[in-house]
């Protein structure tokens, strides 16, 4: 089956992938309305094209945080992402780096940041998940700091971890619950087999050795679980912007309060996320917050949209109502899952290639002529 969609890719992957890790990727919180309503969202806006207008020459280029990139995309931070294809983490920065885009690397990697750093010659974003133990925190940070990284995602949408269904029902917690029926779904992926489960050691590499019961991925786990901080505050911000030297980024923000408050606290810029519909469920669709943040914030921090991103006509929207750059999640994990870094680097073609097509089609040459006046009020 050739790729031609990103759905394709979700499809290779549901068929690649034991049905709980697909899942895992592929569901979100409670019922899932937030995780639809991305999507739903993102579809329900019309653009509002002008034709004539001489598209001969157009780019896709565009400079975030000073730095310049070939497209508005960076993918976004993913635990796990090395159970889906042998080390994930390294092909998803790979494939990142030849399409000229940032990679953000999560806290709850299976490839460690040392070892991404050596895998890669562009710096990484790392993505900070704030532990009880500030000492372990701070590590973390000094480690991304030595590792080379070029900016601080703070998630701050994770004080406990949502409760996605799914993952309950197939098993996929801490510890897994193994029973018949997972083994033979295990045993039914002799591929996934072979290229995850035979190969390296499967641990939350960054955290493992401060771990005090063990460094297997399940006594990690367990550790971090009752070691994720649910008291942090803006203060734990300004701690990390003092201890930080470099970009410093709020990931999860959902409201304009929230966004001043980011730009209070020291941060350069925000995510607009409500983390691709993982945590709370019945939290508004990242399109439809946008605006506000946009406009209360996008003078003096850099936005970036996540969340339901499938097309790269989806991009262009975020573009149009004041995103400086998409973040996209589950789009690169189904290619990653799918063909790994072959996989990552389809991903990023197929939404660039829709990009292109669309800005032509839009009447737009450039990411800076996407403003709100390309999409018309909602359908
Ligand atoms: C995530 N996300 C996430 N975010 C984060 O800050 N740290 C993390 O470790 C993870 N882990 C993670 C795992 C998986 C499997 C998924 C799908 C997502 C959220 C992620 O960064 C991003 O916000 C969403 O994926 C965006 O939504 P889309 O693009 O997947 O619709």
């Given at each position: 089956?050739?790729?031609?969609?990103?759905?394709?890719?979700?499809?290779?992957?549901?068929?690649?992938?034991?049905?709980?890790?697909?899942?895992?990727?592929?569901?979100?919180?409670?019922?899932?309305?937030?995780?639809?309503?991305?999507?739903?969202?993102?579809?329900?806006?019309?653009?509002?094209?002008?034709?004539?207008?001489?598209?001969?020459?157009?780019?896709?280029?565009?400079?975030?945080?000073?730095?310049?990139?070939?497209?508005?995309?960076?993918?976004?931070?993913?635990?796990?992402?090395?159970?889906?294809?042998?080390?994930?983490?390294?092909?998803?920065?790979?494939?990142?780096?030849?399409?000229?885009?940032?990679?953000?690397?999560?806290?709850?990697?299976?490839?460690?940041?040392?070892?991404?750093?050596?895998?890669?010659?562009?710096?990484?974003?790392?993505?900070?998940?704030?532990?009880?133990?500030?000492?372990?925190?701070?590590?973390?940070?000094?480690?991304?700091?030595?590792?080379?990284?070029?900016?601080?995602?703070?998630?701050?949408?994770?004080?406990?971890?949502?409760?996605?269904?799914?993952?309950?029902?197939?098993?996929?917690?801490?510890?897994?619950?193994?029973?018949?029926?997972?083994?033979?779904?295990?045993?039914?992926?002799?591929?996934?087999?072979?290229?995850?489960?035979?190969?390296?050691?499967?641990?939350?590499?960054?955290?493992?050795?401060?771990?005090?019961?063990?460094?297997?991925?399940?006594?990690?786990?367990?550790?971090?679980?009752?070691?994720?901080?649910?008291?942090?505050?803006?203060?734990?911000?300004?701690?990390?912007?003092?201890?930080?030297?470099?970009?410093?980024?709020?990931?999860?923000?959902?409201?304009?309060?929230?966004?001043?408050?980011?730009?209070?606290?020291?941060?350069?810029?925000?995510?607009?996320?409500?983390?691709?519909?993982?945590?709370?469920?019945?939290?508004?669709?990242?399109?439809?917050?946008?605006?506000?943040?946009?406009?209360?914030?996008?003078?003096?921090?850099?936005?970036?949209?996540?969340?339901?991103?499938?097309?790269?006509?989806?991009?262009?929207?975020?573009?149009?109502?004041?995103?400086?750059?998409?973040?996209?999640?589950?789009?690169?994990l189904y290619g990653l899952a799918a063909i790994g870094e072959?996989?990552?680097?389809?991903?990023?073609?197929?939404?660039?290639?829709?990009?292109?097509?669309?800005?032509?089609?839009?009447?737009?040459?450039?990411?800076?002529?996407?403003?709100?006046?390309?999409?018309?009020?909602?359908?």
């Open positions: 089956m050739t790729a031609i969609t990103i759905e394709d890719l979700r499809e290779l992957a549901r068929r690649r992938l034991p049905r709980a890790l697909f899942d895992y990727v592929d569901g979100g919180a409670h019922d899932e309305t937030t995780l639809e309503a991305n999507r739903e969202d993102l579809r329900r806006i019309a653009f509002r094209p002008r034709v004539l207008v001489d598209v001969g020459e157009r780019s896709l280029e565009t400079e975030l945080l000073g730095a310049k990139q070939a497209l508005p995309l960076v993918l976004a931070p993913a635990g796990n992402a090395g159970m889906l294809s042998r080390r994930g983490e390294i092909a998803a920065a790979r494939a990142a780096e030849k399409a000229g885009i940032p990679f953000c690397l999560s806290t709850m990697s299976i490839v460690s940041m040392e070892d991404v750093a050596a895998g890669t010659s562009r710096p990484f974003w790392f993505q900070l998940y704030v532990m009880r133990d500030r000492g372990l925190t701070r590590s973390l940070v000094e480690r991304a700091q030595a590792a080379g990284a070029s900016a601080l995602v703070f998630t701050a949408d994770l004080p406990v971890s949502g409760q996605r269904d799914r993952d309950l029902r197939n098993g996929f917690t801490v510890p897994p619950r193994l029973t018949p029926a997972n083994l033979l779904d295990v045993l039914r992926h002799p591929r996934w087999i072979v290229d995850v489960l035979l190969g390296p050691r499967i641990t939350f590499a960054n955290l493992a050795d401060s771990s005090a019961g063990g460094s297997d991925i399940v006594s990690v786990a367990r550790h971090v679980a009752l070691n994720f901080d649910p008291s942090i505050t803006w203060r734990d911000i300004e701690w990390v912007r003092s201890i930080w030297r470099g970009p410093l980024i709020v990931k999860g923000i959902l409201s304009p309060e929230d966004a001043r408050l980011a730009a209070q606290s020291g941060a350069d810029g925000v995510v607009v996320s409500n983390h691709g519909g993982r945590q709370l469920d019945g939290a508004p669709s990242t399109i439809s917050v946008l605006p506000a943040i946009a406009d209360a914030v996008g003078d003096r921090l850099t936005v970036i949209f996540d969340g339901g991103i499938r097309r790269g006509t989806d991009v262009l929207k975020a573009l149009a109502l004041g995103a400086d750059a998409c973040m996209i999640g589950r789009a690169f072959a996989g990552v680097a389809r991903s990023i073609e197929i939404l660039k290639t829709e990009m292109d097509t669309s800005l032509a089609l839009l009447g737009r040459r450039s990411i800076a002529e996407l403003d709100r006046n390309c999409v018309a009020t909602e359908r």
